[in-house]
């Protein structure tokens, strides 16, 4: 069998399509701005081509992401209310750890990133309270209403509060709770980021976190990317909407589900849809079930996390309830692409015999790019709405 740089040649179609290799081994990316590429992460192989990119970074060290400007604090022994670790560093200096965390009292909002482009964010890594009172929002290129919009945690793939490993490849997640995420984010003018404490009487004193951008041309076609995070009990909204009112022309990318089981027995067997671009009573995708969604099948019979899909809390549907299961699906591979609108419904439906709807708590963060402006979100659910509360029993199915 012939081979090229030592790949056997049956597998050149898949180290294509998953980007590993550019679609040219012989010359690097394009740098026309019209090439929807350009500009972007590619993946492994890009990496050899030189680009004009230049890399910063933004954290407490450095706020600015200015070049030569990180570590730059002065230890201040008369701080009033200061970060965790802050008088750790008196006896070093400048230069030495001095300013290594945030601390974001209650009530309080920190900005965390406020630099002007073109450019892309790669990487962003925090570490916080695993809390559903931390809110990050994003806003691009001079946006007045977010674009993120979703507790800390639940961006990262994190549900109900309870960490628990996830192992793909746009959210990392390691212990104790190292929240890791890749999505691109590109932006043409602007990007601004912060962090909320809605907390009425928690002060989190240790925020750490870094945002890896480069600064680089943006293509014209390049969207901006949306979170929404959204919370509904089944017996009131079933089917569950994961997302609706977007308007514009964009691609949806992800999935993340923090579902709470109310009642023993199977609970995935409800259709996930998607409404594209002026479907009204039936969808244009449909599903088979809430496990072959998530690329499972016959249940969820053990965790698993992988590049694209995981349910990652151990959970058992014939436990006693609460039972509580985090569940992603990243299109990363298989976007959903839209013209003009996208809906998208799950349906809360269990097994016993025969189907039956469900009484359920679902929280969820819908993720997509699109182009710009974006309509306004709905309210973000009250701090009470959108905390994890002691549940109580279901009524009987319906």
Not at 8 to 13: I, N, S, T
Not at 169 to 176: E, I, K, M, Q, S
Not at 240 to 256: A, Q
Request: glycine share 10%; with cysteine.
């Amino acid at each position: 069998m012939s081979t090229n740089f030592g790949i056997p040649a049956r597998f050149f179609p898949l180290v294509f399509a998953i980007g590993l290799w550019p679609s040219s081994p012989a010359a690097p990316p394009a740098a026309d701005p019209g090439n929807p590429a350009a500009g972007l992460p590619q993946g492994l192989g890009s990496l050899p081509y030189l680009t004009r990119a230049r890399t910063r970074s933004v954290c407490a060290e450095n706020p600015t992401g200015g070049k030569g400007q990180g570590g730059m604090a002065v230890p201040n022994p008369a701080e009033p209310s200061p970060a965790a670790a802050a008088r750790a560093a008196d006896d070093l200096g400048q230069g030495w750890k001095v300013r290594p965390f945030l601390r974001v009292n209650k009530g309080q909002t920190a900005t965390l990133m406020d630099v002007d482009g073109p450019g892309v964010i790669q990487h962003i890594w925090m570490v916080e309270g695993l809390s559903r009172a931390h809110v990050l929002r994003f806003y691009w290129d001079g946006e007045e209403t977010p674009s993120v919009e979703v507790p800390a945690p639940d961006f990262f793939a994190v549900g109900h509060g309870k960490f628990a490993p996830v192992n793909s490849l746009a959210v990392v997640v390691n212990p104790r709770n190292a929240l890791n995420c890749y999505w691109p984010m590109p932006f043409a003018k602007h990007v601004r980021v912060t962090f909320t404490n809605e907390s009425p009487d928690q002060d989190l004193d240790l925020l750490a976190y870094q945002i890896d951008y480069a600064e680089t041309e943006v293509p014209a076609n390049a969207g901006h990317f949306h979170a929404q995070f959204r919370r509904a009990r089944t017996d009131a909204q079933n089917p569950y909407v994961i997302l609706d009112g977007v308007r514009g022309h964009g691609r949806y990318v992800g999935t993340f589900l923090a579902w709470t089981q109310l009642s023993k027995g199977w609970f995935g067997e409800g259709e996930i849809m998607f409404y594209l671009d002026g479907d009204k009573e039936f969808p244009t995708i449909c599903g088979t079930g809430t496990e072959d969604y998530f690329c499972g099948s016959y249940g969820f019979p053990q965790p698993y996390s992988g590049p694209y899909t995981g349910t990652t809390l151990p959970a058992n549907e014939n436990a006693n309830p609460p039972t509580c299961w985090s569940l992603y699906r990243w299109h990363i591979m298989d976007p959903v692409c839209f013209d003009q609108e996208v809906k998208v419904t799950i349906q809360a439906l269990g097994w016993g015999r025969k189907y039956r709807k469900l009484s359920d708590d679902i929280s969820s963060v819908a993720y997509w790019y699109q182009d710009s402006p974006h309509a306004p979100f709905p309210p973000l659910p009250s701090l009470q709405d959108r905390m994890i509360p002691v549940l109580p029993p279901p009524g009987p199915p319906q």
